[in-house]
């Protein structure tokens, strides 16, 4: 199993984010897993199959991000997000 963490950043005032929607999507078609940060801006997944996932971090006011990690056996990555806010 692998793990995966980080933290979700406002992009211009660096300040961490809270109530980010954090989605993991697998290509194989279970269904997707989504968390929410904590006040501190920080998401976890934990027990993940070693995969290829797409992310996707979502907040009111931002841009959408999503992006493609891949997660091997007993990795324990960290992903740190910066959301640009809309103009």
Not at 54 to 62: F, H, I, M, Q
Request: hydrophobic share 40%; proline share 6%.
């Amino acid at each position: 199993k692998a793990k995966l963490a980080g933290q979700v950043l406002d992009a211009v005032t660096r300040a961490p984010l809270s109530e980010v929607s954090v989605t993991l999507s697998a290509a194989t078609g279970e269904a997707p897993i989504t968390v929410l940060t904590d006040t501190d801006g920080k998401f976890h997944f934990i027990d993940l199959m070693p995969k290829a996932y797409t992310l996707s971090v979502e907040k009111a006011g931002y841009q959408q991000q999503s992006g493609n990690v891949t997660l091997s056996s007993g990795e324990d990555k960290v992903l740190n997000i910066e959301l640009v806010p809309e103009p």
